[in-house]
């Protein structure tokens, strides 16, 4: 199994900016892609990026121009640059890492964003 640990979260004023950060650990050689979902209170889990093992990248509508996902294998983690950031981007963000050999998605405890004046 991999393990993964967010930060980067906290309480920020619209149109500013955050960088989450994941740290993967464990079975980090069986990770093949990476991304992020989140979940704001009384909604459904979403997704909100998704980066390959090669760095292509996909992005929720709602996210895209102002998020960019990206990776540093050497560092085993997983970045999400937010900004431009809206009160509805309010939720707890948490990381997953997709594994092969054995076939999997693991996730990480999560984070909490607030975007709020």
């Known amino acids: 199994q991999v393990q993964l640990v967010e930060s980067g979260g906290g309480l920020v004023p619209p149109g500013g900016s955050l960088r989450l950060s994941c740290l993967a650990s464990?079975?980090?050689?069986?990770?093949?892609?990476m991304g992020w979902y989140r979940q704001a209170p009384g909604k459904q889990r979403e997704s909100v990026a998704h980066i390959t093992e090669i760095s292509s990248s996909l992005y929720a509508d709602s996210v895209k121009g102002r998020f960019t996902i990206s990776r540093d294998n050497r560092k085993n983690t997983v970045y999400l640059q937010m900004n431009s950031l809206k009160p509805e981007d309010t939720a707890v963000y948490y990381c997953?890492?997709?594994?092969?050999?054995?076939?999997?998605?693991?996730w990480g405890q999560g984070t909490q964003v607030t975007v709020s004046s």
């Open positions: 464990g079975s980090i050689f069986s990770i093949n892609a």
């Open positions: 997953y890492a997709d594994r092969r050999n054995p076939a999997g998605r693991d």
